[in-house]
């Protein structure tokens, strides 16, 4: 048997911890739910990772990803079995890593 806490440690990775200049929402979705995010001071990040309701199970169905840095962009990566618990915000690191290049 589960308790909420072993529940909620699953999806701990789905949220960015106390991090400066971080705004974090979790929004409903008539599917499911909208992680919005808002990073930075001057130059701003922005995505919205999309997760939805499968079978009993949460799934991440796309992360849209805008800069107003020093790049600017807008992409939306999909994504057909990604699982909210193999999900992590490093994702999302790693894909304006490779985007500000």
Known sequence: MHN????TN???N????DEP???QEII?????FVI?????????????????YKVNELYVDHIQLESWGRKQYKKKYAFKNLKLENYS?????????????
């Open 4 to 7: 909420a806490t072993q529940k």
């Open 10 to 12: 699953v999806y701990k």
């Open 14 to 17: 789905a949220l960015y911890e």
């Open 21 to 23: 200049n971080t705004f």
């Open 28 to 32: 409903p979705d008539p599917k499911g």
């Open 36 to 52: 919005s995010m808002e990073k930075g001071n001057s130059s701003k990040m922005y995505s919205k990772v999309k997760v939805s």
């Open 89 to 101: 915000v490093k994702m999302i690191d790693s894909l304006q890593v490779v985007n500000d290049k």
